[in-house]
């Protein structure tokens, strides 16, 4: 199979179910920054934060294909013999079980913090920003996306911002309070 298809080139592309729609649509938009934020997520990952951070990263890429999946199935198409291609309660579980471990590594939060320390921990927080951006163009979608991928992405945003407190932390970098 060739790279370009020629597809595109008038400015449209296809969904899940064949129906083409201009790339300006709002759900190209939602699955496009979901694509970017996966991008943002192998970047750290090819920082070689610590062994956790990576695994779990790697899987959290897995989800987010899933992700743009669903985003891209308006017609809800997807088979379920498609089972990789959906997020599930336990996905959202499984993130939330990561933030309660690495919030046991940082001091409490008392303040707002600046984004930034090292490296890694700065990407961190870029891709919390990019995922909150994807977030709000999930949710503006007409029509509405199943909740689950909501919650996935509201509880992403959450995870990156504690592994990026983690991150920093387990690299003796203090925070910034502002």
Known sequence: MKLYTRTGDTGETSLFAQD????????VDAYGEIDELNAWLGF???????????????????????????????????????????????DVIRLEQIIDRLDTEVPPLQ?????GG?????????????????????VALAPPVEPILITYVNRLSDLLFAMARAVNHRAALPETEW
């Open 118 to 138: 090292s490296p890694a921990g700065a990407s961190l927080h870029i891709a919390r920003t990019v995922c909150r951006r994807a977030e709000r163009r999930i």
């Open 44 to 90: 750290i990952v090819a920082s070689k934060p610590d062994p956790d951070i990576e695994r779990e990263l790697q899987q959290i890429q897995r989800d987010l294909f899933a992700v743009g999946a669903q985003l891209a199935d308006p017609a809800q198409k997807l088979g379920a013999h498609r089972w990789k291609a959906f997020i599930k309660d336990d």
């Open 20 to 27: 083409r729609v201009s790339k300006a649509d709002p759900r």
């Open 111 to 115: 303040h707002f913090i600046l984004p």
